[in-house]
C-alpha cells in the first residue's frame, strides 16, 4: 500500500510562527483526512536519525493545572521573546546610527571593534530566548509524535522549509532504500534576490537547492512561474539529461485561515480602527525589504499630501533589513492617525481585518505565491498588487496591477478607486474563484501520485528495455556459426 510520508518538522518544532510557508504546511496536513481516499498521507519529523509520525502537530494542553501552568509558561516566555526582539531592534538601530558619526564613519578599526562589542553584547537578547524555548521543549507533552516504520512503497514528500535542518543524510538513506523524494518548493527569491535576504539565509539556500537537485525524483512547487524557475536552475545545475530524469509540476495554495478561533476577541484598537468609517487599506505580509513597504508609504504621503483621509495599515511581524522603515514608520507623523501597524494580529483579527477594509494593497518586487492575495479576495476583498508574473497567474483580470517604478501609480489608482466607488480592474471580483484547502490539499497529492506513478512505469519500461537486448545480444551470439582456425 502506498503511503504518503509529508515531512512537517520545522512547523512541529516552532508551532509559534504563523508565516507563509507555515500556515501552508499546518493547512494541508489539517486537511489530510478528507483525501484518504486517494492515498494514506501521514505527517513525519524527523529526529535523531529516526523517522516519527506526528499525533498532533500544534500542542494542545489537558485540562488541570499541568495544562494551564504549561500556557501560562508559554505565553509569558512568548511575551519575554516579542519584547526581546523588540529592544534587539532598537538596539541595532542604534548601532546603524553611531556608524554614521565621528570616529565611526572615519575608522575602519572604530567600526570594526564597536560591531565586535555589540554582536558579543546581542548574546544578552538571543541566549535568554534560546533557553526559554529549549525548556518549553523539555516539557513538551512527548505524546505528539511517535516513531514511524516505513515501507519500500512509501513516497516522501519535503513540504516543510528544509534548508535549515540537518536530516539530509537520512533523506539519502531513505532514497537508496527504494523511497521516491519529492520535494515542495516556495520559491528561489534567496538565489534569485539576495538582495532582500541576510547572506547567512543566501548561503544556506543555495547548498540546500544543490543537494535537493541532486537528490529528489521531482518538484513541485506552488505556482506555474516558480515551477518554470525550478526547471531552468535544475538543468543549468545538472545538465538537461540529469534533468530531464526529474519531474517537475505544480499546485496552487488555498485560502482559509485555520486559527480563527470563536472565543477568541478582537482587540478595541482593532476595532476603533475600522469603527472610523475612513477607508482602511491593508499590507498583509512579514515587514521586510521584497515586501516593499517603502513604496507604500510614499504612493500614500502623496494622497496625505493632498488631503485624503484614507488609513494605510500594515500587518504583520518585523522582519530583516527593515531598520531605516522601522524608524520611518515610528517617527511618522501620521502614526496612529492615517497609519497603523499591528505586529501580532491572531487569525480572528487578521479576519476581521480583511472584511472590514476597502482593499488590500501588495507591492512586492517578487513572490512564490502571494498568500494574502487569494485570502483577502476569497473574502471579497479588492486587490491592488505589482505588476509581477506570478500575481496574473493567480488573479488574472481581477487585480489592479499598478507600477513598481513610480509610486503614483499605485495613488492614481487609489484615488480614481476612491472618487469613483468602481474598482480599477479589468473584471469583476464576484465572477473570481479559487480552490480552498481541502482541493488545494487534494491537487497536490493527485499531482505527486500521477507523476511517481509515471516515473516507475518508465523505470520498469526501461528495465524491460535493457532486459531485452541482453537477451537479443546473446540469440545472436549463440546462433552465429562457429569459425575453424585457420
Not at 534567496?190 to 544543490?210: A, G, I, K, Y
Not at 501580532?344 to 517578487?366: G, N, Q, R, W
Request: charged share 25%; aromatic share 12%.
Amino acid at each position: 500500500m502506498t503511503r504518503l510520508l509529508v515531512d512537517c518538522t520545522f512547523v512541529f518544532n516552532h508551532p509559534e510562527l504563523n508565516t507563509g510557508i507555515q500556515r501552508v504546511v499546518r493547512n494541508i496536513v489539517n486537511h489530510f483526512p478528507s483525501v484518504q481516499d486517494e492515498v494514506v498521507c501521514i505527517p513525519i519529523i524527523f529526529k535523531q536519525g529516526k523517522i516519527l509520525e506526528v499525533k498532533q502537530l500544534t500542542p494542545k494542553y489537558a485540562d488541570g493545572w499541568p495544562g494551564r501552568a504549561h500556557r501560562t509558561l508559554e505565553e509569558w516566555a512568548n511575551k519575554v521573546a516579542h519584547k526581546l526582539i523588540q529592544i534587539r531592534h532598537r538596539y541595532w538601530w542604534l548601532n546603524s546610527r553611531l556608524m554614521r558619526l565621528w570616529p565611526w564613519n572615519a575608522y575602519r578599526f572604530v567600526r570594526r571593534a564597536t560591531n565586535l562589542v555589540f554582536h558579543v553584547c546581542s548574546l544578552s537578547f538571543v541566549l535568554p530566548r534560546m533557553l526559554v524555548e529549549w525548556f518549553l521543549k523539555k516539557i513538551e507533552d512527548q505524546s505528539r509524535a511517535a516513531e514511524l516504520e516505513f515501507h519500500g512503497s512509501d513516497i516522501l514528500v519535503l513540504l516543510d522549509s528544509s534548508w535549515h535542518t540537518d536530516f539530509f543524510p537520512l533523506v539519502e538513506k531513505l532514497q537508496q532504500q527504494g523511497l521516491p523524494v519529492v520535494s515542495v518548493i516556495y520559491d528561489l527569491i534567496p538565489m534569485t534576490h539576495p538582495q532582500f535576504c541576510d547572506n547567512s539565509l543566501v548561503q544556506v539556500f543555495d547548498r540546500w537547492f544543490e543537494w535537493i537537485a541532486n537528490t529528489a525524483n521531482g518538484f513541485i512547487a506552488i505556482s506555474s512561474t516558480i515551477r518554470d524557475q525550478v526547471r531552468d536552475e535544475v538543468q543549468r545545475r545538472l545538465g538537461s539529461d540529469k534533468a530531464d530524469r526529474r519531474w517537475f509540476d505544480f499546485f496552487h495554495l488555498g485560502s482559509e485561515l485555520d486559527l480563527v478561533e470563536s472565543n477568541k476577541a478582537v482587540r478595541p484598537a482593532v476595532q476603533k480602527l475600522f469603527a472610523s468609517g475612513r477607508s482602511v487599506y491593508l499590507m498583509v505580509s512579514t515587514i521586510e525589504p521584497r515586501k516593499n513597504h517603502v513604496y507604500l508609504l510614499d504612493a500614500f504621503e502623496q494622497l496625505w499630501a493632498n488631503g485624503s483621509d484614507i488609513v494605510l495599515c500594515f500587518i504583520g511581524r518585523i522582519g530583516w533589513k527593515n531598520e531605516q522603515l522601522i524608524e520611518r514608520v515610528r517617527s511618522h507623523a501620521e502614526l496612529k492617525r492615517r497609519l497603523f501597524m499591528f505586529n501580532d494580529l491572531s487569525d480572528v483579527e487578521l479576519e476581521y481585518s480583511y472584511s472590514h477594509a476597502k482593499a488590500l494593497v501588495f507591492p512586492s518586487f517578487v513572490e512564490g505565491f502571494g498568500l494574502p492575495l487569494v485570502e483577502a479576495m476569497q473574502r471579497g476583498l479588492p486587490v491592488m498588487a505589482s505588476n509581477i508574473p506570478v500575481f496574473h497567474e493567480i488573479g488574472g483580470e481581477y487585480i489592479s496591477y499598478f507600477d513598481l517604478a513610480r509610486p503614483e501609480s499605485l495613488s492614481n489608482q487609489v484615488r480614481q478607486f476612491e472618487e469613483s466607488g468602481a474598482f480599477p480592474a479589468a473584471r469583476h471580483m464576484a465572477d473570481w474563484s479559487w480552490l480552498n484547502w481541502e482541493n488545494s490539499t487534494r491537487q497536490l497529492v493527485q499531482r505527486i501520485l500521477h507523476h511517481v506513478e509515471v516515473q516507475k512505469q518508465a523505470h520498469k519500461d526501461a528495465q524491460k528495455e535493457a532486459e531485452k537486448e541482453v537477451e537479443t545480444h546473446s540469440q545472436s551470439g549463440a546462433d552465429e556459426p562457429e569459425r575453424c582456425p585457420q
